[in-house]
């Protein structure tokens, strides 16, 4: 399809784990954003791209948590020594330009930490 | 629509009404608001975005509505089905040092009954 894809669809690990969380934007868009959505929140948002550079990564929660965009195209979000907390729904979108462009929403990956 | 604690604002509303969802956003130098559908198990579904240098925006069955003087957003859903039960979430962009991150709210659930 055209849209934002995301995989895996769900992710299952133990605490202490390494888990990758991976996006595919819609093509020929320059803005990628990942969000993290707890149940019954909304998304917070975590870090966006232009191109290939972290352009704010200020909601990222703390240094376990890291995201790259090598070619300005796919994008992967790596969690280390993943906690019970980081259980939640990451969900990743992108827009044409950084420019008041609506974002569009891939529809996530659920992570359970066990 | 205005998000109070952990629980979702809910509205019920009859199939063939009109819904109106509300939304109180914090930032008063926001210059681009956005409502977003999600349904259980999605991602977030662009509806209809607003600048602040518009104060109504029409779409198709939806129209947004912008008060800066109140910092208010409503979303009217005219001739309300039932495919349109879902959570809507409103969302601004805070001028932030140049950052295009959606703050958004806690959402409303909208149920609509045949």
């Known amino acids: 399809g055209a849209g934002v894809s995301q995989t895996p669809s769900n992710k299952v690990t133990e605490k202490g784990k390494y888990v990758e969380l991976r996006c595919d934007p819609i093509s020929g868009h320059t803005a990628l954003y990942w969000y993290r959505q707890s149940l019954g929140q909304g998304p917070e948002f975590l870090i966006y791209f232009q191109g290939t550079g972290a352009a704010d990564d200020s909601g990222l929660p703390n240094d376990r948590f890291f995201a790259v965009r090598p070619e300005g195209s796919v994008s992967t979000l790596k969690i280390q020594r993943t906690e019970r907390g980081d259980s939640a729904v990451y969900l990743c979108?992108?827009?044409?330009?950084?420019?008041?462009?609506?974002?569009?929403f891939g529809d996530g990956t659920r992570l359970s930490i066990l | 629509g205005e998000s109070v604690g952990l629980h979702l604002p809910t509205l019920s509303v009859q199939e063939g009404d009109n819904s109106i969802i509300n939304c109180a956003y914090s930032n008063s130098a926001s210059d681009y608001f956005i409502w977003y559908k999600q349904e259980s198990g999605k991602g977030p579904q662009f509806i209809i975005d607003i600048r602040s240098n518009m104060d109504k925006r029409q779409g198709q069955r939806v129209t947004v509505l912008l008060n800066k003087t109140v910092k208010h957003l409503s979303l009217q859903i005219a001739a309300t089905q039932p495919g349109d039960s879902a959570v809507y979430f409103c969302?601004?962009?805070?001028?932030?040092?140049?950052?295009?991150?959606?703050?958004f709210g806690k959402g409303t659930k909208l149920t609509v009954n045949p």
């Open positions: 979108a992108s827009s044409p330009t950084h420019s008041n462009q609506p974002q569009h």
């Open positions: 969302a601004e962009n805070p001028p932030v040092g140049g950052s295009e991150k959606l703050v």
